[in-house]
T-cell receptor, first 109, second 114 residues
Framework: LAKTTQPISMDSYEGQEVNITCSHN???????ITWYQQFPSQGPRFIIQ???TKVTNEVASLFIPADRKSSTLSLPRVSLSDTAVYYC??????????FGAGTRLFVKA | NAGVTQTPKFRILKIGQSMTLQCAQD?????MYWYRQDPGMGLKLIYY???????DKGEVPNGYNVSRSTTEDFPLRLELAAPSQTSVYFC?????????????FGPGTRLTVL
């Protein structure tokens, strides 16, 4: 199972771009890299997933280098409502999915 | 679609009491999961199910039981509640357990055992 390591917490200001890097040195060939977001008092929700290179959607971008040993979640121009915990998963699917402690992002005015 | 729903939202139990946390999904997902989340921590898998009539233990199953009689419902039973079971419980579902599959979570049940 792919073990991931990410910063415990990060602070940012409104309007800034936030990049959260996750390392997953032992990621398997078939594993996807998936990021979830969890607001206080809510369940996690899927935000983005990729296998290699770059993926972009309406919420975030995900950058994955060729060796796939790390990935970076990029949140453009954050607002106060982006304050949440962000989980990086080396997702092998189903019951093998492991949620670590995540990165607590605090956006200040 | 309502997605994944959970009841109740909050509950306080006394030590030794029992209760059932309800979970339902209307997305016709085969896989369902129960997690617990302690303060400041990640989610730990309690039990999961790959379809009606099939359940299996996760990382922390002791003190809990589950059943899956229908595709839609996946209740979690706590027998003889203990203070260590004070936590937030999340139910989730996914279409399959295959690589790249994503999970959809309910709003959670906050349980306190006193």
């Amino acid at each position: 199972l792919a073990k991931t390591t990410q910063p415990i917490s990060m602070d940012s200001y409104e309007g800034q771009e936030v990049n959260i890097t996750c390392s997953h040195n032992n990621i398997a060939t078939n594993d996807y890299i998936t990021w979830y977001q969890q607001f206080p008092s809510q369940g996690p929700r899927f935000i983005i997933q990729g296998y290699k290179t770059k993926v972009t959607n309406e919420v975030a971008s995900l950058f994955i280098p060729a060796d796939r040993k790390s990935s970076t979640l990029s949140l453009p121009r954050v607002s106060l409502s982006d304050t949440a915990v962000y989980y990086c998963l080396g997702n092998t699917g189903g019951f093998k999915t492991i949620f670590g402690a995540g990165t607590r992002l605090f956006v200040k005015a | 679609n309502a997605g994944v729903t959970q009841t109740p939202k909050f509950r306080i139990l006394k030590i030794g009491q029992s209760m059932t946390l309800q979970c339902a999904q209307d997305m016709n997902h085969n896989y369902m999961y129960w997690y617990r989340q302690d303060p400041g921590m990640g989610l730990k898998l309690i039990y999961y199910s790959v379809g009606a009539g099939i359940t299996d233990k996760g990382e922390v199953p002791n003190g809990y039981n589950v059943s899956r009689s229908t595709t839609e419902d996946f209740p979690l039973r706590l027998e003889l509640a203990a203070p260590s079971q004070t936590s937030v419980y999340f139910c989730a579902s996914s279409y399959s357990g295959e690589l790249g599959d994503t999970q959809y979570f309910g709003p959670g049940t906050r349980l306190t055992v006193l």
